[in-house]
């Protein structure tokens, strides 16, 4: 008997010890199996110290009166603005390229809380993109970039052609009927200026939508055109529209990365051209009042004034990531040359539309690198803060959107002031811990997955503090995939209020050239 009972209270007693000591709660299943399902969902989990709280605290936000004054400071906020509905001498259109909701909310911790905003999260006015094209549920950089600067849905991997062109088509592109304006064109139709920024190549996916007509974002130069289409095709690489075309041959300002792509490569050791040709040269040539400039001393330097075209070519491909630039690198910040952009645009009496671009947010995530993606997203935010310090919301439409999502994720129940590039609170069930940011999919799958074992590897012996940290990724494959959820869209100035609302991306377009009587369609002043 004395045995029986012994074997029955040593279980009891190790069960009693294993709960004292844990910092994990109990399960409270007792009731129901429902009960215990829904606790498993929004579960208590343990709380370390932290600087002797479990959590950081901002002053007064414990307290009922904390979250009912912001709540009142918002209506009445709400309640004094006035509809603005001048006509938009400018209009600026900001593009956080692969920016979805996770990536604005992960990197408002990097401004010291979850708590804090973006610049452009302070606009008054904000709306849902969708961001589908004409043949896929999730699409690219190319084909977005005609829905919100042409407002026409494309293929994927096509610029400035509508739907009927099918990507790396040779012939179909050919028939101009297919090809769709910009905004940019509309603008120069108008009299104003137009310009683009970028940290990406000035011929990539995004900024090509400013002035391009291409069947695939590839072309970027005539050998590419080449290779697939044959020497004779008839097709002008991205790079030759820059130079040469309708709207890239009239641009007033244009900054970013790809001088690789404007010159021969029997001319210059990192050139890619084969026709013989140096754009670069050529833009030169055309006035001594155009000015190209190649390092941020130069740009700083540059007298707008005395100045009919500038462009800036500051890196053979793309510019560097903020995090990996040296102060050898020379290299000018998003902010810096969307002041000089600003600048310069200003002395147009017209207005001008100016397209400027945070582009190495979307390439940090393809490669699972989340600290350099949420770094540039704050680039991209002061970058903003500088536009609306230097023009006024009397006469300049600001747009702030993304060309599509990412598959990251922000997860875990982590507590406040926990480092967001660290572990969540509690292991996997095999025991691990797992990271509060991680990626559907990506190339980082087999920093983290140990092939011989069959079992993950512990995530905090990988994540180490590196600025090119790779974080978790669930499925292997070369480049994590874009995210096919709606983006936001901000708006602040001339007309702003009708950005609010759930949308076609291809709608943008429309709305800007409404409030700045650009193009076509319906306008204020019609």
């Not at 120069?188 to 695939?216: C, F, N, Q």
């Not at 709207?247 to 792509?261: N, Q």
């Amino acid at each position: 008997m004395f045995c029986r009972l012994n074997a029955l209270l040593i279980p009891i007693a190790i069960a009693i010890v294993l709960l004292a000591h844990s910092s994990w709660s109990a399960p409270e299943c007792g009731r129901s199996a429902e009960q215990c399902k829904e606790h498993r969902m929004h579960p208590d989990m343990p709380e370390p110290e932290l600087k002797g709280r479990a959590f950081r605290v901002v002053e007064g936000d414990e307290t009922n009166a904390y979250w009912r004054q912001q709540g009142v400071q918002f209506v009445q906020q709400k309640l004094a603005s006035e509809l603005n509905k001048r006509r938009a001498k400018n209009v600026i259109l900001f593009l956080g390229d692969g920016m979805g909701v996770t990536t604005t909310s992960a990197a408002r911790n990097l401004l010291g809380g979850e708590e804090k905003s973006l610049s452009f999260e302070q606009f008054p006015y904000t709306g849902l993109s969708k961001t589908y094209s004409v043949d896929k549920i999730v699409p690219d950089s190319a084909c977005t970039a005609t829905a919100y600067l042409c407002g026409v849905k494309g293929q994927e991997g096509t610029i400035g052609v509508n739907g009927q062109v099918p990507r790396t088509d040779c012939k179909v592109m050919l028939d101009e009927s297919t090809h769709v304006d910009s905004i940019a064109k509309w603008a120069m139709e108008a009299g104003k200026w137009a310009g683009l920024v970028t940290t990406t190549r000035v011929t990539h996916a995004s900024p090509s939508g400013v002035y391009a007509h291409i069947a695939e974002r590839d072309w970027e130069n005539d050998a590419e055109v080449a290779s697939d289409c044959g020497v004779n095709s008839g097709i002008q690489d991205i790079a030759f529209q820059l130079a040469r075309g309708e709207v890239g041959s009239k641009l007033r300002v244009i900054m970013g990365g790809g001088r690789k792509h404007f010159v021969d490569s029997s001319l210059a050791s990192w050139g890619k051209r084969s026709d013989g040709l140096n754009l670069l040269d050529e833009f030169k040539a055309a006035s001594e009042r155009n000015v190209y400039v190649t390092t941020a001393e130069e740009l700083a330097a540059v007298d707008v004034a005395k100045t009919d075209r500038l462009l800036g070519l500051f890196n053979d491909d793309h510019l560097q990531y903020l995090m990996e630039t040296t102060p050898e690198s020379s290299q000018p910040t998003l902010e810096q040359m969307t002041r000089k952009a600003i600048e310069y645009m200003s002395q147009s009496e017209q207005g001008y539309f100016l397209f400027i671009e945070g582009g190495r947010i979307d390439q940090a995530h393809h490669i699972n690198q989340a600290r350099m993606a949420l770094n540039e997203t704050i680039e991209f935010s002061k970058a903003i803060a500088a536009a609306q310090e230097l023009t006024s919301e009397d006469d300049t439409l600001l747009v702030v959107t993304a060309d599509h999502s990412h598959v990251f994720t922000y997860a875990g129940y982590s507590y406040r002031g926990s480092d967001i590039f660290g572990k969540a609170p509690v292991n996997g069930h095999d025991g691990l811990p797992y990271m509060v940011l991680s990626y559907a999919n990506g190339p980082s799958y087999e920093n983290f997955y140990d092939e011989q074992t069959k079992e993950r590897k512990d995530p905090t012996t990988v994540v180490t503090g590196a600025h090119d940290d790779e974080f978790p990724s669930g499925v292997p494959i070369d480049m994590d995939s874009h995210g096919g959820d709606d983006v936001p869209v901000y708006a602040l100035g001339p007309w702003a209020h009708l950005f609010t609302g759930v949308y076609e991306q291809s709608t943008i377009p429309s709305l800007m050239a409404y409030a700045s009587c650009l193009g076509h369609g319906q306008t204020m002043c019609k």
